[in-house]
């Protein structure tokens, strides 16, 4: 019954900032990571920023320099600070978690998304 809901995007001009927020709920065991990835229309789903649980983070090339990811441990929430927005980071952005449940069993979250627009 764990339930992923991201909010935050919208429209923004170039070089415009955004912070998406994914908050968790229901019984998640124990995370293994957390990240963000965005699919756009015709392309594959790619991973744009993973907080493996106990270990930094990874970025996707194309958004180092430009996005921060960092979770909220005790409120189970994500957080993808986005700055100095670029047109191709128009997309459907969804939270991802990896988790454990109470059986040791791998088991993946995903959100519904939610959708970013850089543009004039």
């Known amino acids: 019954q764990v339930q992923l809901v991201e909010s935050g995007g919208g429209l923004v001009q170039p070089g415009g900032s955004l912070r998406l927020s994914c908050a968790a709920s229901?019984?998640?065991?124990?995370?293994?990571?957390m990240g963000w990835y965005r699919q756009a229309p015709g392309k594959q789903r790619e991973m744009v920023a993973v907080?493996?649980?106990?270990?930094?983070?990874n970025y996707a090339n194309a958004v180092k320099g430009r996005f921060t990811i960092s979770r909220d441990n005790a409120k189970n929430t994500l957080y993808l600070q986005m700055n100095n927005l670029k047109p191709e980071d128009t997309s459907v952005y969804y939270c991802?978690?990896?988790?454990?449940?109470?059986?040791?069993?791998?088991?993946?979250?995903w959100g519904q998304g939610t959708q970013v627009t850089v543009s004039s």
């Open positions: 991802n978690v990896v988790a454990r449940n109470d059986r040791a069993t791998i088991e993946t979250y």
């Open positions: 907080i493996p649980s106990g270990h930094s983070s």
């Open positions: 229901g019984s998640i065991f124990n995370i293994v990571a």
